[in-house]
């Protein structure tokens, strides 16, 4: 299996992406205007290959490990948690996370008691999960720690969940807490009041989203790996987009190596040296690419900034 070379000879990339407006990570529209955390990825990817990102719509989340086993996509881009079950039974490589989330609890304002949340409030009441995601079992641990009884509705979207509030069929809706915030504004459009929660207690899982490859093939599962730790190591570095397109970088040291421009170096480092250069010039480092998508709807996490920045994310060097 060679799956780089496959993308190389078609000249086409295929990211699995959302067919869900997820706000922040993905939004495919039809006149070709796709924006998004997700989005930028992809096209980092391609860039560094040298060919052209194609946004394959996942219509479910369990539709994202058959399009990958089914070599449909390349590469999923779709809020995927890195687990190990996951690992081991389908068929799957997780990257480097590309934002630490944990899953939290939207509630529709007509249940809360004067815009104020309590699980005790929660008992008896039906809960929207989407089915096969990584939310369940520690929504239900949640739930049992705290003596609450639900009824979970299984969904096969955060689409499918929104239809299912505004109808009255679920009173709360579990998910990352990134993807609530796409819930919550799509359920305003429809002039339905919504609040993600507030409580010691959550976020109460921890949510890894990473790109995902097919096993079986390390070279583009270290590829792929490599050009997102990279998108961090520019970022700690400060080599930007506008750095790299004008010129005038000071490359020195890891900045040097991080871009190819290094020829003292082992012959594959500079090759790689060179994809990630071409990744930041097409749509820059990890800060600029989440400051540009996703920082409207949501806060960065310490966790997904580099320690040099004064963040929790240690990347490995590239050296």
Known sequence: MNIMGDIISR????????????YGFSNLTISGNETG?????????????????????ITSYTDR???????????????ATATITRELTLNATFATPYMHDGAGILALDSVLSSSSFSFANMNGSTVCVVANSSTIVPLQNLLKKNDVNVTMIMVSTPDDAITSLAGGKCSYFSLDQSSLVTTKALLQLQNIGSTIVNDTQLPF?????????????ENWA???????????VAEANNVTKASLTS???ILVGESARLVGSDVTVDPSLLLLGQAVSRAVSKVGNFGEIYNSTFLPYLPRSTLDIPTALGGCF???PFE
Not at 14 to 22: F, H, I, T
Not at 206 to 213: A, I, Y
Not at 222 to 232: A, G, M, R
């Open 11 to 22: 000249g086409q990339l295929w990211c699995g992406l959302s067919s869900s407006p997820m």
């Open 37 to 57: 955390l997700e989005v930028n990825l992809c096209m980092a990817y391609a860039a560094a290959l040298g060919v052209q990102p194609i946004y394959v719509q």
């Open 65 to 79: 490990f058959i399009s990958l086993n089914n070599r449909s996509v390349d590469v999923i881009l779709d809020q």
């Open 205 to 217: 899982s921890n949510e890894p989203l990473s790109p995902v490859t097919l096993s079986g093939d």
């Open 222 to 232: 270290f590829f792929v790996n490599w050009i997102t730790q990279s998108l961090f």
């Open 247 to 249: 010129g005038n970088a």
């Open 314 to 316: 240690s990347y490995i």
